[in-house]
């Protein structure tokens, strides 16, 4: 998102601060009391900017992850909802979207597709009502959500090609007879859950340290 670059000028005249912002706004003339003000904000959206930056290369790393190691998929959860906390301070209807795309990624890899489901559909909905000032088209909000909704398109696939060849195999095989072979050697979905992911915990608990953000 391109942020409203603010540049701040005096008039010594007046003894007034010019602040000039981008289209749609324009020029305002503050006192300094309000150039303290806008100064202190500014300040701290660049720091709340920053720390969402670092939490989103963090949280990209966990979730490349998540495919293949569940408490990876945890994780990039938690960093997710860390920014949703950050965006909601920041107040940019667009991060929060985006926070809430980057949870239902992670429910995904978890496997609780009908929760992601219901995420991507009120973002998609979001992308399509909003304004071009909370939503920015340079974000790509909407294709964002196509993109996981791909995604889980291809895991509602997987999971009901499980069921059925499952159902089929249980009208050959006899129940003890598929809880004797080995795990790998299971079908889909029967003894051995086909979730996609590996449920060793091989990350640490990052909790404190996202609460230091």
């Not at 303290?36 to 920053?50: G, M, S, Y």
């Not at 995904?108 to 995420?119: F, S």
């Not at 294709?143 to 159902?167: D, F, I, N, Y």
Request: contains cysteine; aromatic residues 8%.
């Amino acid at each position: 998102m391109a942020t409203s670059a603010i540049c701040l000028g005096t008039t010594s005249s007046e003894d007034l601060c010019s602040i000039i912002l981008p289209p749609p706004f324009g020029v305002y003339e503050i006192d300094h009391s309000g150039y303290r003000v806008v100064a202190h904000h500014l300040c701290r959206h660049i720091i709340l900017q920053e720390a969402m930056s670092w939490l989103s290369t963090l949280g990209g790393g966990f979730s490349s992850l998540g495919d293949k190691f569940e408490d990876a998929a945890e994780i990039a959860g938690e960093i997710s909802l860390r920014q949703m906390y950050l965006a909601l301070s920041m107040k940019i209807p667009v991060f929060q979207a985006r926070c809430r795309l980057f949870f239902a990624q992670s429910l995904m890899q978890r496997g609780r597709l009908k929760a992601a489901e219901l995420i991507i559909r009120d973002v998609y909905s979001f992308s399509k009502s909003a304004s071009a000032h909370d939503n920015p088209p340079e974000i790509h909000l909407s294709l964002m959500c196509h993109g996981l909704w791909k995604r889980l398109s291809h895991l509602w696939s997987l999971r009901r090609t499980s069921k059925q060849l499952t159902q089929r195999l249980r009208l050959h095989l006899h129940t003890d007879e598929i809880g004797a072979l080995p795990c790998s050697k299971q079908p889909l979905g029967t003894l051995c859950d086909f979730t996609g992911t590996d449920n060793r915990r091989l990350f640490p608990d990052i909790t404190a340290v996202l609460k230091i953000m």
